[in-house]
């Protein structure tokens, strides 16, 4: 049986993924033609491997990321083939639990700090 890596619910505007722990949330937003935003509930700045990841995907272009005050981030991306936001949705799972869940320190204490941990 496969380990369960994600929560994930779907409406007709977004879609929400959640990390196993629940710690780690991405939104999804309807995509606008071929671009698409997408939410996090945390500062993509501190997990690079993270971003690199989607950067190397594909069958997607990562246009920017903004960063907020609060500790959340924004990705632009753009869509560059029909699956595109299937396959995204589907990938977006692994990749939180490879590139975040699994980067955390095992005293699991966010320092804040430009990699995320001290």
């Not at 991405?26 to 509930?41: Q, Y």
């Not at 990321?65 to 949705?89: G, H, P, R, V, W």
């Amino acid at each position: 049986m496969k380990e369960k890596t994600s929560n994930a619910y779907t409406s007709s505007l977004f879609t929400r993924i959640k990390s196993r722990d629940n710690r780690f949330e991405v939104v999804i937003e309807k995509p606008d033609k071929n671009k698409l935003r997408i939410a996090t509930s945390f500062s993509l700045s501190c997990y690079k491997k993270f971003t690199d990841a989607i950067d190397k995907i594909e069958y997607l272009k990562l246009d920017r990321i903004q960063n907020n005050e609060d500790k959340t981030s924004f990705m632009y991306i753009e869509l560059l083939a029909n699956d595109s936001l299937t396959l995204l949705i589907n990938h977006l799972p692994e990749l939180i639990y490879l590139f975040i869940e699994k980067e955390i320190p095992e005293s699991g204490i966010y320092k804040g700090t430009a990699d995320g941990y001290n």
